[in-house]
């Protein structure tokens, strides 16, 4: 296997594709749109998947299960949600496949088995979701309910890249129902908060939270939060979002419920989701032209031991301090490997473990056995320094810190100077041609504007900003008043 | 709601639909045989998830995920693989939903949105994977590969049960791939004997290990091994089967791998799975007329409080006791909830929790501060007594043991006493109208026998124990000869 990946520089798009392949995260499958999750790959879902779920769990959450396919007729039954999904979904029409008698040994679809009903694929549960909680409400006693799914979901793309747009994509989505306007609202916000939280503290990578524009919520929703990221190459990332549904769904089908006051009530109604999108973001958040780069809480392995040898008497004596290193480090709750495989170089192995961003890595020679000293490299600084055996522990168990600091900051750094506001169309066009990066400024609320801004340019509204300043100024394309700056930019 | 339900021995199907859902497990969806699995339900499945999770890579797996679309023509390029499954499976033909102009506000299948190649959803997902396995798999350096998914799957069934047999259900499947037949026999096996760990450990439901027929081997396998429960009524319940799948898959799929001597072999596989059956046989195992029974291993709660109490003083006196205990006992890691809602009666929570099949209830009043007691009830006996405050932490936490082993040795003795050795066909007959459970005869190996006694008795033969003693017999139905007995038995 070539290690060697082409540059960011040279093709920011390529190095990606690469990267997600060579350091065995993903690869496409033959099932158009559709991708392998390897498993490297995997293990840094599932502890994305453990912290999000400890997280919606101690928020009162619980998950359940709901059908992988919506009848039409509930597919259809919210208008605007039916709209935005009709268009790429996938369709089951037949339950049974027959052997084809023209040609041995090939099965054809067999027409006497055709649904009376077609099946959509979910590309998303709220329909299924609100039919079901129509059984399971009566009264305000019922709620709220807080429940999750995680799920698979499938959305016709066209154009699919691995991670950030797939035909079929992991993700968990969220559905609450409530009493009143003002706690659906909160719950959004809530999750929104818990999306942002995840991806700062875990994923080392910062985001701005706010409000998605008409033109960009979710087909069905009111309100659309969510938390937006930028790339290296400038280009901005929604990494989650969370959906204020107001009683669309529960006018859709019929979900009333008896009020302590002993009216009778539409619910309310909130959706939230992030995806294996996510892998996409963490990916470009961090890594370099040698691979993937890893923030330690997200790390499946934090630490690699190399052991260099000649002799197998030199690996025996190496085997054995490496073995009780690995023995103190798990006992620090730092998950290590010791590849002490013969069938591969030093060399070759320091290449992988740095393709798949192991955070620190240790070789010990014989030379280290006689000094009493180890070499340690750090995956996000590409440095290395001999360190005394004694005391390493400790010092990898502060490393850890540090760097999931570290790549934080670093990102941070990069993302907070690649917020321009500007003030003409002029120099919004030359900001986003020439930096990229998230542009701010003032937008005159329509999106007849906004529309036009993404037809002349590509940047979209990523969102208007939740601590934006209130500022009076003049629409950045028609000059109409703006009572404050939006977040434009190019985006995934 | 209404708990009561109707009695084992009044109808022993409709207790057990009942019991699902209305101790809030599972319901029937608008999905034709397609489940909601509810928050409670799903909660006791994510126990199972961890605990089998955790055994899996103890012994060196991985998960991983593929695709949930099979393009038909790799669905059917294993031919019995194929065969098994093309009578039960949801196609997907079409991309896309138009509006209805003859309907407005209908959807219908965009006749231009048709896929060239229609694309089954997955059953199983040997085909997609070794498909996949043909591009990692070169050398004998590549293996083995020890990969497991946790994916839900959909088999086209026309009489659907909740958990025990839905058009969509949850589980995993593990597929290795290794470079000798002994190898993926070894594993064929130790997959096996992991399933029946967990039954046994975890669900306290004791398992028969053996081999499937051929009649009853899984579609495109050499050997199916499988764990087999006993359930109640004296029906059997295949509870997890694990496939020695030969080479069969690496040949219709080409994959081949260069040995170490420098030849090139076709690649050993196997294949193993669970799924939210389990649920149905956990069930079934250890309930009783007033609702569920569980293995505190297993329950979501292991322990619940329930306060007595007539002012708000009280109840406040009865918190600070009760607020102290779920302390203790989470910090000796029982799960226990405080159900302190004013909205519902002590005699309402006694009866939920019964039904939800808590293990064990305590009841506290304003007599037992006094005194310094409370009122424990177990589950399982549905005994009451009165314990002291002090020590109930130890007692509770020994209880827990208790409890589990107490479950499965009654299960194991029920089973037990339902292995009947039979030696002429009247006998057969007899004990399974009679007793049920399983009957232990001698067959004279064919398919054909095994096919007339099901016919006639609708008895299968659910497995050639591994331990089975070698005996020279004769068939109970032919009189042929035969080598030792095997279990016939009625079964979900």
Known sequence: MGKNLTSREQDYSKWYNELVVKADLAENSAVRGCMVIKPYGYAIWEKMQTELDRMFKETGHQNAYFPLFVPKSLFEAEEKNAEGFAKECAVVTHYRLKNDEDNKGKLIVDPAAKLEEELVVRP????????????????????????NQWANVVR????????????????????????????????????NDIYAEFAENFMATPVIKGAKTENERFAGAEETYCIEAL?????????????????????????????????????????????????????????????????????????????????????????????????????????????????????????????????????IGPKDLEKGTVELARRDTLTKEFVEMNGVVDKISALMEEIQEAL????????????????????????????????????????ETENRIKELTKATIRCVPFD?????????????????????????
């Not at 900051?409 to 066009?429: C, G, L, M, P, Q």
């Not at 900001?431 to 005159?444: C, E, P, S, Y």
């Open 156 to 191: 016709w793309e066209m154009r699919t890249r691995l991670f950030l747009r797939t035909s079929e994509f992991l993700w968990q989505e969220g559905h609450t129902a409530h009493a009143t306007k003002q706690e659906a609202l909160a719950e959004t916000k809530q999750m």
């Open 408 to 447: 934080f900051t670093k990102a941070k750094n990069y993302r907070d100077e690649h917020i321009t506001e500007v003030n003409s169309f002029d120099e919004f066009k030359e900001v986003l041609k020439k930096k990229g990066g998230f542009i701010a400024a003032h937008w005159d609320g329509t999106s």
């Open 468 to 492: 934006r300043q209130e500022e009076d100024g003049a629409c950045v394309l028609t000059g109409n008043p703006s009572k404050g700056r939006v977040l434009f930019a190019k985006a995934y």
């Open 124 to 147: 998303t549960s709220e329909a299924v979701i609100w039919n079901t909680y129509k059984n399971w409400i009566q009264s305000y006693r019922d709620l709220p309910i807080l429940v």
């Open 231 to 363: 790339m290296q190459d400038g280009k901005a990332l929604q990494a989650g979002t969370s959906h204020f549904l107001g009683q669309n769904f529960a006018k859709a089908f019929d979900v009333k419920f008896a009020t302590k006051e002993g009216g009778l009530e539409h619910v309310w109604a909130t959706s939230w989701g992030v995806s294996t999108r996510l892998m996409g973001a963490l990916i470009m958040t961090h890594s370099d032209d040698k691979g993937l780069v890893l923030p330690p809480k997200l790390a499946p392995i934090q630490v690699v031991i190399v052991p260099i040898y000649k002799t197998d008497e030199q690996l025996d004596q190496i085997s054995e301090v490496a073995n009780q290193l690995v023995k103190d480090l798990r006992t620090k709750g730092i998950s290590v490997k010791f590849d002490n495989r013969d069938t591969q170089k030093p060399g070759w192995k320091f290449a992988q473990y740095e393709l798949q961003g192991v955070p620190v890595r240790l070789a």
